[in-house]
């Protein structure tokens, strides 16, 4: 079945698959395709800068990743759970009148919205989408973490700075994706490895320099076997205290990736009958990214033990939901945001809700309106009255509409999937965009640094960097610098939001490339963009083969 895209113009087509998953769902066929679905569900999704604000309830100052101004009252985590207000209260009549979104809209501009998510946390306030962890400083998205600092995407990660993508590992620095591990800097897709720096794809390995593909290997630089001693030698002489060091071996590593490692064609593992990369433990998932534990999904993105969900991004443990954003222990959603509901459509921040539709921060509740309460038949006719005059205006069976976004989209997750989208597009479907003039921010310029971390001292905490990329101001905190100094690590010139994307996009490809196996020579799909230039990808068999 062949559409044309309502957002970006492309046609798509719907697979068969698609069409009997929505009937299961009850979910309607997008008129946008799955990119531009997951672009505007995950312009929900805030990575924004950490800022200062205070409680609209009690002024008590809070930091968060929201903008600097809100279309609607933001209360604390701690205040919003609390039952000192009622989402009942700002519960409005449906007007036929005016279009369903808009009065939607009005009612979610009226309900407070927490300034932060997460729970169970001991002194992690400069962070968000943060989870029972501990000193933590400005960092997102993490489980059980401890001491962590500019970090994105962690689980179990302690006494770390700028890592991406990490499970269970400690003392890592300008890390991707490295899991079980210690002590390792400047390392990409390397499991059990120690004392380290410029892996990729090893495992098993300590005291390795510059390495690629190694397993079970020790003192090894570039893939050739030294004895301890010598290797002791030739590691202090790679200088790595000093940033113009560390910035010419970034380059002989970006060669070493381009050049020498092979490249598995996907990061999937225990993916059975499965289309996608970054799929661990699924099975029937097509055209899934960045899930695991799941069955059943179509055009899922960020999604960990789901099933049967269509078109559903970042929503965890949760089954039958389509066309939703970050809906979690969830079933049966449709067109929801943020909420963790059952039997419900076009909810936003809901809690524990079931058979509501069209409803803003309500909790418990049932047969709700725009936030007001019916009995059953009532609530029953009222929502067939609205889903008819909603597919009368053409609204029904799309999903909230930018304008009730939470923010600038250049400030969003989304803007991390897709960097190319523009401002006029955004704008063009009433969504925000921020730009920001920080050329009255003063600070000193990061090429004023001294080169070597030895050369240090601790007055530079006090001082204020502007980035070059950005113009943004940033500090080094006295912690920070402590950890630099015992790993012998240069100051970081970037503003850490900068660092954390610079990493963060060699795990955003959604796209594969046609490439030949290295071995082989067989035609493979890989998710490595040409640009990256490549040149050794291995298909699955052969990558087994040669490497497991
Ligand atoms: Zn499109
Ligand atoms: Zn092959």
Known sequence: MDRKCEQCKKDFSITEIERSLSEKIGVELSTVCSDCLARQHLAFWLFGKFRKIKSDLSGEGLITVLPEKNRYPIYSLKEWHSDVWEGLDYGIDYDREEPFFDQLQKLQEKVPHPHQNGINNTNCDYCDDVWSSKNCYLSRSMEDCEDLICSYRNIKVKNSIDNVIGFSSEKCYSCLNCINSYGLSYSQHTKDSIDSHFLFDCRNCQ??????????????????????EEYKDKIKSFNLGSYSAVELLKERFEDVLKNNAIHKLNFNIKAYNSTGDNLLNVNNCYNCNTCSDSEDCVNCLRAIKDKSNLNANGCWHSELLGNCQGCVNSYNLKYCNWSSSRFSEYLDLCLECEYCFGCVGLKKKKYCILNKQYEKDEYEKLKEKIISDMKERGEYGKFLPYSMSPGPFNFSTAYLYY???????????????EDIDESHIEGMSTNELPDNIFEVNDEICKQAFICPETGWRFNIAPNELIFYKQNNIPLPRKHF????????????????????????????????PKEWGYKNIACEECYMRNLN
């Not at 005291?207 to 301890?228: A, D, P």
Request: overall charge positive.
């Open 207 to 228: 005291n390795c320099f510059m390495c690629w593909n190694l397993r079970g290997k020790s003192f090894c630089i570039e893939n050739v076997q030294y004895t301890k």
């Open 419 to 433: 960097p190319n989208t523009t401002k006029e597009e955004i704008l063009s479907f009433d969504g925000y965009w």
């Open 497 to 528: 939001d900068v660092r954390i994307k610079d990493l963060v996009k060699y795990s955003t490809v959604l796209k594969s490339s046609p490439y030949n196996c290295y071995y082989c020579k067989k035609e493979i799909e890989a998710y490595y």
